[in-house]
DNA sequence: ATAGCTGCAAATGCTTTGCAAGGCC
DNA sequence: GGCCTTGCAAAGCATTTGCAGCTAT
């Protein structure tokens, strides 16, 4: 059997390319760019201009309109998870797993919680044909001023 | 002793006009009009608004621009609590106690949860230096489309 | 060929600000 | 009187949109 015909449902990390091509989106030039930027690390949390100034800063050739709506694509796709812990600005979430926020809005600084956060909630009773979409925990943050 | 000399500092909640005097603000026509309106009733969520349109269709003259200074003003003073579930929109609660909230995104309805929502917390370790102002949970939830 | 993308600039929507006029202590 | 408030309009910011031209398949 020929590797090349061969169509994995498991990729690598790593393999942009196809997951744009999973998620139905054409890789073009600047989305593959954007795609690479954003999947190839680790976890990385990122707001539109954020992305739009490193991307430049690569020598990648786009307009902030154009991040914009790859970032919303991404997201759509399930490729990014969209975080909100302030009004006026939107973050973007490369780890779209189960997982909590540390926010320091001084700064605007946002992380993931470490694994030993433990939060145990118990779903309150909803009224009736209302569905729990999800839970949203952030832990507001600051350091002390000495 | 004359009951009017009488400085309390249980104000009952519906002493809107003392609870502004303890908060450092003027009783303003405008302000006064407003911090009825919402520390009236019991809990409520605005929005500047939905503030703004309520105080107008109850007669009150008042610019939004105002409403938002005030609005700001309360939260600065404790009188409100802003809760983040929305980027593009800000949303003031009345209740200023801990507890949590359930958002109704497609319709910017926003509650409050129950409280026997959150049963336990465990913090995470937190870097040197660094303090917990707050933990929010938002459920997002949304009603069944039958 | 054609459906989808991109870039630009203009438009949008919420919020803030500057400043002159008005109101509370 | 003096300082805080108000109102209006203009400015600000992040984000979205319209549309002509480009591009991947």
Known sequence: MDISTHTSTVRPYTDVLGRLRDAGLRPT???LALARLLLSGG?????????????????????LATV????????????LREVVVDSGITYFDTNTTEHHHMYYESEGL????????????????LPEGV???CVDVVIRVERDTN
Not at 68 to 79: D, K, R, V
């Open 29 to 31: 030039r600047q989305r």
């Open 131 to 133: 569905r729990v979409k």
């Open 110 to 125: 946002l992380e993931d919680a470490g694994s030993d956060f433990v939060i145990e909630t118990k779903l309150p009773e």
């Open 68 to 79: 914009y709506n790859n970032l919303h694509q991404f997201t759509t796709a399930g490729l």
């Open 43 to 63: 976890g990385r949390h990122v707001t539109a201009e954020a992305l739009h100034a490193s991307a430049i800063s690569a020598g990648i050739k786009v307009s």
